[in-house]
Each structure stands twice: as structure tokens, then as C-alpha cells.
């Protein structure tokens, strides 16, 4: 399983930590632990003194440094302490120190910040209300229904489900369904 965790680094050397790590990633032959390392920036247009436009680059948090992991069940030990006696690196953010394991990054804020990042494109609804849609994945599979709600922020369709006789509110995500 793949989770995303957040490393403390001295302030003003995150991308520094970052090489590091990639380096190290490789050296001790950790690439199916650490699988990316990310310093969140953005590009921003100023001004200076002069009136010249310039572009600048902002780290989005300063002094983090994200780092996409595979963990099944537990975060593998010697990756845990890899990261951890990297140079510049002070802890995990979510760890009381001590040995003990981080807390991932929640998947949803995760997505947030990928998509900020132009790196997670959220898919676009194909359809709209009142269309007829086929679920091609979960508990509804094959099943046909009329789109009643659309949600393009959370990525979902609303429909009404017949259960016992009653209709039922159901949310699927776009990928669980398509257009006929």
C-alpha cells in the first residue's frame, strides 16, 4: 500500500534532503520502500524595485519535505531509518520520536496537494443530469441508472437506487461508472 508521509527538514534545505534521500534511495537499494520524494513549490509572478517581472519560485511548506512510501502494514524499519539519519532531516512530522512509526498523510488532503501541483489530474464528469449511466465497478455492477446530482469536486454522481420497492440516495465516483 502506498502512503505518503511528511519529513522535517532544517529550513531552506528541503530540496537538499530531497537529493539526499534519492541518492540514498538508491545506494541502499531502497527503491520498492521510498518510491518519491517531493518538495511542494509553485511559481509565482513579482515585481521587483525596478518594475521588472520575475518569476519566483515559493515552497508551498516550508521545511517539509513529502515522501511517498510503500508500506504494508508497517512502515519497513530499515526505510524508516534511512529517511531518518539523513543529513538535515530532524523526524517525521506525526512521530513522538522514540522509535516509534509516523502518521501518513491522509489520503484526501494528499490528493489536495498533488492536484495543486498539476501531478493528480481529478477526472471530469462525461456525462450529465439525466443521462443514463452502466456502473462497471462495486455492488451496482452492470446496473443502469439515471444521473440525478453531479458533485465534480468530490468526483461524484449522485443516482437513485430501487431497494425494496424504495429509492435509494447511492454516490458513486466517475471511475465506477460510464455513459451510454
Known sequence: MKRWYIVNTYSGYENS??????????????????????????????????????????????????????????????????IRNTPKVTGFLGSSGGGTKPVPVPTDEMDRILSKLGMVVKPKAEFSVGDKIVVTSGPFKDYTFDVAEIDEAKSIVVVFADLLGSAVRTELSFDEVKKI
Open 17 to 82: 534532503v530531497k537529493t539526499d534521500l534519492e541518492r540514498r534511495r538508491e545506494s541502499m537499494n531502497m527503491q520498492d520502500y521510498v518510491l518519491q520524494v517531493l518538495v511542494p513549490e509553485e511559481t509565482v509572478e513579482v515585481t521587483d524595485k525596478k518594475g521588472k517581472k520575475k518569476q519566483k519560485v515559493n515552497k508551498l511548506f516550508p521545511g517539509y519535505v513529502f515522501v511517498e512510501m510503500n508500506v504494508e502494514g508497517e512502515m519497513d524499519d530499515h526505510a524508516w531509518f534511512m
